[in-house]
């Protein structure tokens, strides 16, 4: 069965509606890439499969749970262990390092400091950041520091990365490398991802691309809808 579903979820920002009986699913290891016009609903869309927000309406379940009632301690545990997170700005603490902004969560989550450092550092190196470990990440390019964001998403062995335009912010060359070692890393691991893009070639690295249009997600190669 799939490790993530959203079943005719409905959100609204007071009178503005977001999403309209948005239903998407997706299967363990599966790589997901949702596009759509600026506007249509993909964050929210994201958003709510993420547990960071809850559908006004609809359910969202992960690996057989109900997510959207869970009481917010569990849903913020879940999301804690579960769920990594890449985001197109401001994961990343600029004044520490990179080694410190990799091995927070874990240090967070009570790994021993040793022991912690040792795994974000074999994750730095994993994204080829190894000579990077000890700069400050609010000086680093934005290829670099997306690359470090990515390291500390996978360095909580997450089973699904949620990511909201992970490459918006870069020139395609560096995105599309990026996005490559996102993705390769990620099947390394057996992690799910389910990327929010507007860049063809960051869905092109996708299993499987969903459009989502006026708050409702539409196949792109269903009969009658142009891509
Ligand atoms: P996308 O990610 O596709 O650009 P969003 O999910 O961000 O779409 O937004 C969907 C709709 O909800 C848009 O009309 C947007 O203006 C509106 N919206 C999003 N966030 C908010 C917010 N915090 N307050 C009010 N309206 C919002
Ligand atoms: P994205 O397309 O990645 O959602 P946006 O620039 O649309 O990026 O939104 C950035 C932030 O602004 C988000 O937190 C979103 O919820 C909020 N936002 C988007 N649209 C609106 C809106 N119409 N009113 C208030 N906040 C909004």
């Known amino acids: 069965g799939p490790l993530i579903e959203a079943r005719a979820i409905s959100r609204s920002y007071g009178r503005t509606p977001a999403l309209r009986e948005a239903s998407v699913s997706v299967r363990p290891k599966e790589i997901l890439a949702i596009m759509g016009p600026s506007g249509s609903g993909k964050s929210t869309l994201l958003h709510c499969l993420a547990g960071i927000f809850t559908p006004d309406a609809g359910e969202v379940w992960f690996d057989g749970r109900r997510l959207d009632t869970l009481k917010d301690a569990e849903r913020s545990e879940l999301r804690r262990t579960a769920f990594g997170f890449v985001f197109q700005f401001g994961q990343l603490v600029p004044e520490l390092t990179a080694a410190d902004n990799v091995a927070l969560p874990l240090l ?73 070692l996102l993705v390769g890393q990620a099947r390394q691991e057996g992690a799910t991802v389910i990327v929010v893009t507007h860049d063809a070639r960051v869905a092109a690295s996708a299993d499987r691309e969903v459009v989502v249009r006026d708050g409702r997600v539409t196949d792109p190669y269903a009969i009658g809808v142009s891509r």
């Open 108 to 180: 967070l989550g009570r790994v021993r400091r040793r022991q912690a450092y040792r795994r974000a550092l074999s994750w730095l190196e994993r994204l080829e950041l190894g000579e990077l470990r000890d700069r400050r990440t609010g000086e680093l390019s934005g290829g670099q520091a997306q690359r470090v964001a990515i390291a500390r998403a996978l360095v909580m062995e997450p089973k699904i990365i949620f990511a909201d335009e992970p490459t918006g912010a870069l020139d395609s060359l560096t995105g599309e490398k990026v996005m490559d």
